[in-house]
């Protein structure tokens, strides 16, 4: 729990977990909309499921591709 603890207060990134396949389907998503393909994403869950660390990670490792997550 201290570990977790100190991630929150520093700042750094919490780890993935259990989220590979949907973090692939945002990558796939974001690699046809740079190849001109409309997309959109819907995501939804429980408070505290992890929604904002999944998209967070998912900014993170878009392979420094110009563009906007809005």
């Known amino acids: 729990m ?3 603890t100190a ?3 520093s700042g750094a990134r919490l780890p993935l977990v259990g989220r590979g ?3 692939a389907s945002l990558q796939a998503g974001w690699q046809r909309a740079l190849a001109g393909r409309r997309q959109l994403v819907w995501l939804t869950g429980g408070a505290g499921i992890g ?4 998209i967070e ?3 993170a490792h878009r392979g420094g591709a110009a563009g906007s997550v809005n």
């Open 2 to 4: 201290r570990a977790y």
């Open 7 to 9: 991630a929150l207060t």
């Open 21 to 23: 396949e949907a973090l």
């Open 51 to 54: 929604k904002t660390t999944l």
């Open 57 to 59: 990670h998912a900014a």
